[in-house]
């Protein structure tokens, strides 16, 4: 099984500045023949289900603003909220899709300062 | 739009056995892979289960394998799953989702590998004595 680790499991960062989460996988999660990285962000808020903000690790899913990115590739992989809002605070998992069982990461708790 | 309403959870005792539905809508269901996600209180995501989109293909986390079992009836437009020998550490909130995409690559044939692009708003299942 794909194991998923994110770095840090929680940080706290003042309103308008940049978090940055990593999400490193134990094996690759390119697949050469299509050049696709199967790799997804799902924020979660207190109370509510997960939601999708990133996936094929840099594609924004629609509606989601743009100051949130997905970058990397292979193993290792960022989820950034360039200027960070009050209705960010949450929850975000990586998950890997390129293999069955899917993983995800442990969580980083993304808080403000 | 498309909706995944869970229900059948509540507070079972150990040993005994629980069936959970998502109810689709908005959406071809007979055409989209379905997985179970659980999360136990205060704790991160677990993968549980995925279901072809036609039911002939199904694939199980370890920490579940063969006390759960999924299921789907595409003319209910509805999927299920089915807990056995409920433990203490089952207690979680259950949600269902959805695949983005309907066909693509998969490691298993017949199994699209695809992020979720919908989650029902979960149902919480308690294992208590």
């Known amino acids: 099984d794909i194991v998923m680790t994110q770095s840090p499991d929680s940080l706290a960062v003042s309103l308008g500045e940049r978090a940055t989460i990593n999400c490193k996988s134990s094996?690759?999660?390119?697949?050469?023949?299509?050049?696709?990285?199967?790799l997804a962000w799902y924020q979660q808020k207190p109370g509510q289900p997960p939601k999708l903000l990133i996936y094929w690790a840099s594609t924004r899913e629609s509606g989601v603003p743009d100051r949130f990115s997905g970058s990397g590739s292979g193993t290792d992989f960022t989820l950034t909220v360039s200027s960070l809002q009050a209705e960010d605070v949450a929850v975000y998992y990586c998950q890997q899709y390129h293999s069955t069982p899917r993983t995800f990461g442990q969580g980083t708790k993304v808080e403000i300062k | 739009q498309v909706q995944l309403v869970e229900s059948g959870g509540g507070v079972v005792q150990p040993g005994r056995s629980l069936r959970l539905s998502c109810a689709a809508s908005g959406f071809t269901f007979s055409h989209y892979g379905m997985h179970w996600v659980r999360q136990a209180p205060g704790k991160g995501l677990e993968w549980v289960t995925v279901?072809?989109?036609?039911?002939?293909?199904?694939h199980y986390a370890d920490s579940v394998k063969g006390r759960f079992t999924v299921s789907r009836d595409n003319s209910k437009n509805t999927l299920y799953l089915q807990i056995n020998s409920l433990r203490l550490e089952d207690t979680a909130v259950f949600y269902c989702a959805r695949d983005s995409e309907s066909a693509g690559y998969g490691d298993i044939p017949g199994i699209v590998n695809s992020h979720f692009d919908y989650w029902g708003q979960g149902i919480l299942v308690t294992v208590s004595s």
């Open positions: 094996q690759s999660l390119l697949y050469t023949f299509n050049s696709k990285n199967y």
């Open positions: 279901i072809s989109y036609d039911g002939s293909k199904k």
